[in-house]
C-alpha cells in the first residue's frame, strides 16, 4: 500500500476504540467418526513429544515422537506405537456417538462413545504422556507397546532417504534394534547408538579426522527409550502383527479385571535433558497462555479457511516449544506411515523423506520466521540454540579448510554441523576445494544462516531477548564472508577488492538457483541488513543490491551475471523477505520491488502455492492486496489428510511443515508490517474482509485489532505509547 494511502494512527483514532481484554481460546476440532489408517490421525503433544493419535476398527492407537530421537544413521526414530483395546468396545457399539476432539485452549485429546471418556495429554514441561480412561460400565483394557523395531532391520536403497547416508548407501546398512522387556508390570524400552555413526563416516569423508576429537558429536553413543504402565495393569506377553506393511511385537498388559477408570503413563528418557513434571493444571495453564499471546480470526469469507489452518498448524509448532532440537520442517513431530504419503513408499513409520537429522536450511527458517509476530519467541528458542551448538564445528571446518576465520555453515546442514554427506559429494575429483560442496545446487551456498542471526536480532527487539551468547554465531557469520570472499580473490589474482574498495562476491549463489553468480542480490541484502542491524553502521565493504533494467523498469537482479538457473527459487525478491531491504515503506523501493515481482521472467515462471514457496508473502509485503489474499488462500488451504493443517509431501515430506511456515508468514504480513518505529495495520487486507487478531511487533509491542463491516471497531496497543506509531489506511478513518 502506497504511503499516501497511510496515516498516523493519532489522526485516526480520536474518536476512540474499544479496548477491552479478550478472552482469546481457539475452537476445538470435532470428528464424529473413527478413522481409517494413520494418515487420518490427530495431533496431541506437549514440551517435545508429539503423538499421532486415532481410533481404527475400535482400538485407539497412537504413534509416539520426539525431538532428538537420532540414531547412528541419523533417522528422527519414532518412540513407537501405543494401542488400547477395551472390552466390551464403545467404539464399537456406540459407534453413533463417536467423538474425538481436538481440544486446542487446554492442549487436550479427548476420544468419547457411549459412557466411557478417553483424555490424552502430554505434560508441557516433562516428556510424560497420559491416557486417563473413565466408564459408565466396568471394562477390560489391554494396553500395548508395538514396535517395529524389535529387530534388525536393513535399510532398502530407497528406504536410506532417511538416514543422512541417502544414495550414498553403505552395503547392510541397518536400523539397529531397541531393546525392549519388561520389569515387573513395566514395559521398558531403549534405542542405544553405537559410538561409531554417520558422524564419524561424514568427518573422514571430509577430510576431519585431524581435528576429529574437538568436534561436536550428538549421536555417538546416545541413548533414548521410555517406560509404560499403569494403573491395575498386568504383564500378558508378546504378540505379533502387521500394520501398514510393517510387521511388529507387541508387549501387552491387560486390567487385573473390569475397571471403571484407568491411568496409563508413558514417560520418555533420553535424547533431551530430563525435566521435572507440572502436572495437567500447569500444562493446561501453558497452553491456555500459549492462545493469550496471539491469534488471527476470521470466521466467514475467503479467509476464514486459512486463519484456521493458521491455528491448528501454531498447534504443531507449539508441541516442540521445549524440544532441544528444532522442529523438522519434513513433517516436524507428526509424520505418518510413509505408504499414505507416497504409495511407493513401504517402508517403516521411521521413513520421512530428504532425512531425520538432515536441517536443510532454506526450509528450516520457514518453520521459524512466524514465530516473532505470533510471541512465541520461547519456541523460536530451539533454533537458535542449534546453530549456537554447530558455531564451533563450523568455525573449525573454516580453519582447517581455508585458514581464516568465520563460520561456514552449508545448506544441507547435519545435526553435528557438518554437510550431509551425500550432497557434499561421494564421487569428487582430485583436488577439489575439500570445504566445498561438490553439488550443482549447493556449491557457494552459505548464507542461509544469516536469517538465524536476523531472527536472534529480531527476537531481541521483539522480545528483549539477551544477545550477548549469540554475538559469537552473529559475527562469526558475519567474518566468514568477508574473510573467504577476500580469501577467494586471492587465488585469482593480486586484489582482494574492487574499484569501489568492497568485497565482491564471486563464485557466489543465489538460493539453489543462480549459481555460480557474481554478487548475488539476496546474500548482499543479507549481509546489509545483517551487519547494520548488529553494528549500527551502514556495511560499506560489500557492494549494493544489484539492479538491472527490463522494458524500460527497474528490477533487483538475482545477480550482476550468473552462469546457469538449477532450481525454482526467487531468491532476487528475498530483499523484500527475509531481507526487507525493500517495502511498502518507500515509493522507490516499492516500485523496484513490484516490478520484480510483476515483471521479472524467472518471477513469473516460478510462481506457486506449492511447498516451501513464498510468492504470498512477497505479494503481502509488496502491499498486492489480492495478489496476497489468492495466494495465501491457496497457500493455507486444508491439506488431503483429515487433519486439514498436514500438508502433502510437496517439496519435502508429510506433513508439509514449511508450507504451513510460509502460510503464517504470509497471513501476519497481509495484517501487519513494521519498519524501523512504524506499525503498518491492513497493509495488504481487504478491508471488506472482517478480522480479528493479536500480533507482535518490535520494542516488546502487542497489537490487537478487530476488524468489521469495513470499519476499526478495536485496537488496543501494549504498551500505550506505541499508539503513536500505528499507520493506518484512510478508509479506516
Not at 497452553?287 to 476464514?304: T, Y
Request: charged share 20%; proline share 6%.
Amino acid at each position: 500500500m502506497p504511503m499516501n494511502r497511510l496515516l498516523m494512527a493519532g489522526l485516526l483514532l480520536a474518536g476512540g476504540l474499544a479496548v477491552q481484554p479478550l478472552q482469546a481460546q481457539p475452537e476445538s476440532l470435532v470428528w464424529t467418526s473413527p478413522s481409517h489408517n494413520s494418515s487420518e490421525s490427530m495431533p496431541c503433544g506437549g514440551g517435545d513429544v508429539g503423538l499421532n493419535v486415532w481410533v481404527e476398527e475400535g482400538d485407539l492407537l497412537f504413534y509416539v515422537a520426539r525431538s532428538g530421537t537420532f540414531d547412528a544413521n541419523n533417522t528422527l526414530l519414532k518412540l513407537g506405537r501405543v494401542r488400547v483395546r477395551l472390552t466390551p468396545n464403545p467404539f464399537v457399539e456406540h459407534a453413533s456417538s463417536f467423538r474425538q476432539e481436538l481440544n486446542l485452549a487446554d492442549g487436550n485429546l479427548l476420544i468419547s462413545a457411549g459412557g466411557t471418556r478417553i483424555e490424552l495429554w502430554v505434560d508441557a514441561f516433562a516428556p510424560l504422556v497420559h491416557l486417563e480412561l473413565s466408564s459408565e460400565a466396568p471394562l477390560w483394557a489391554r494396553v500395548s507397546y508395538e514396535s517395529w523395531r524389535y529387530r534388525d532391520r536393513i535399510i532398502r536403497k530407497g528406504e536410506a532417504q532417511q538416514s543422512s547416508y541417502k544414495w550414498l548407501l553403505p552395503q547392510g546398512l541397518t536400523t539397529r534394534a531397541d531393546s525392549i522387556g519388561t520389569e515387573g508390570n513395566t514395559i521398558v524400552f531403549e534405542h542405544r547408538n553405537a559410538r561409531e555413526t554417520v558422524f564419524d563416516f561424514s568427518v573422514a569423508q571430509q577430510g576431519l579426522d585431524s581435528v576429529k576429537r574437538a568436534l561436536y558429536n550428538p549421536l555417538g553413543g546416545l541413548r533414548f527409550g521410555g517406560r509404560l504402565w499403569g494403573d491395575h495393569l498386568i504383564y500378558k506377553g508378546v504378540t505379533d502383527g502387521l500394520y501398514a506393511d510393517t510387521d511388529y511385537r507387541a508387549w501387552n498388559l491387560q486390567t487385573d479385571r473390569p475397571r471403571r477408570k484407568l491411568n496409563v503413563t508413558l514417560e520418555l528418557t533420553g535424547a533431551s535433558a530430563p525435566a521435572a513434571p507440572a502436572g495437567k493444571q500447569a500444562t493446561r495453564a501453558w497452553w491456555r497462555s500459549f492462545w493469550q499471546r496471539s491469534f488471527i480470526r476470521v470466521d466467514r469469507g475467503e479467509l476464514a479457511e486459512a486463519a484456521r489452518n493458521y491455528t491448528l498448524f501454531r498447534y504443531l509448532l507449539g508441541c516442540n516449544a521445549r524440544g532441544a532440537w528444532p522442529t523438522k520442517f519434513n513433517g516436524g513431530l507428526f509424520t505418518f506411515d510413509p505408504c499414505y504419503a507416497d504409495t511407493a513408499a513401504c517402508y517403516t513409520p521411521d521413513y520421512r523423506r530428504w532425512g531425520g537429522g538432515i536441517f536443510t536450511a532454506q526450509n528450516q527458517r520457514l518453520v521459524y520466521w512466524p514465530m516473532l509476530k505470533s510471541g512465541d519467541v520461547d519456541v523460536l528458542q530451539p533454533y537458535l540454540d542449534f546453530y549456537l551448538r554447530l558455531l564451533p564445528n563450523a568455525t573449525l571446518r573454516t580453519a582447517v579448510y581455508w585458514h581464516h576465520a568465520g563460520a561456514s555453515f552449508t545448506e544441507q546442514l547435519e545435526s553435528y554441523g557438518l554437510p550431509n554427506p551425500a550432497e557434499y559429494g561421494g564421487k569428487r575429483p582430485a583436488g577439489f576445494d575439500a570445504g566445498l560442496e561438490y553439488n550443482a545446487w549447493l556449491e557457494y551456498q552459505w548464507d542461509t544462516a544469516l536469517e538465524c542471526c536476523l531472527m536472534v536480532l529480531d527476537a531481541h527487539t521483539y522480545a528483549g531477548i539477551d544477545l550477548t551468547p549469540y554475538r559469537p554465531l552473529i559475527e562469526g557469520c558475519l567474518t566468514f564472508f568477508d574473510e573467504h570472499y577476500r580469501y577467494l580473490a586471492r587465488r585469482r589474482g593480486h586484489k582482494e577488492l574492487n574499484e569501489q574498495s568492497q568485497v565482491v562476491l564471486y563464485p557466489g549463489s543465489g538460493c539453489e538457483t543462480y549459481k555460480m553468480a557474481y554478487n548475488p542480490s539476496s546474500t548482499l541484502a543479507a549481509l546489509h541488513t545483517v551487519y547494520e542491524r548488529y553494528y549500527g553502521r551502514p556495511a560499506a565493504h560489500f557492494p549494493p543490491v544489484p539492479l538491472r533494467q527490463t522494458e524500460g523498469r527497474t528490477l533487483i537482479a538475482p545477480a550482476v551475471v550468473w552462469e546457469r538457473v538449477n532450481n525454482t527459487e526467487t531468491p532476487q525478491l528475498y530483499p523484500v523477505f527475509p531481507w526487507r531491504r525493500f517495502g511498502i515503506w518507500q515509493r522507490d523501493s516499492l516500485e523496484i520491488a513490484r516490478n520484480t515481482y510483476l515483471h521479472d521472467p524467472d518471477a513469473l515462471r516460478f510462481r506457486s502455492t506449492a511447498g516451501w514457496k513464498q510468492d504470498n508473502v512477497w505479494a503481502a509485503c509488496l502491499g498486492l492486496t489480492d495478489e496476497a489474499r489468492g495466494l495465501t488462500r491457496g497457500k493455507m488451504a486444508s491439506g488431503p489428510y483429515r487433519y486439514p493443517a498436514f500438508w502433502s509431501p510437496g517439496f519435502d515430506w508429510a506433513p508439509d511443515h514449511n508450507r504451513g511456515g510460509v502460510g503464517m508468514i504470509g497471513l501476519q504480513e497481509m495484517l501487519l508490517q513494521t519498519h524501523d518505529a512504524a506499525i503498518y495495520l491492513f497493509p495488504a487486507w481487504n478491508l471488506t474482509d472482517d478480522v480479528h487478531f493479536r500480533l507482535h511487533a518490535p520494542g516488546q509491542t502487542v497489537v490487537e485489532a478487530e476488524l468489521k463491516g469495513g470499519r476499526l471497531i478495536r485496537l488496543q496497543v501494549t504498551p500505550e505509547y506505541r499508539r503513536r506509531d500505528i499507520l493506518l489506511p484512510p478508509e479506516l478513518r
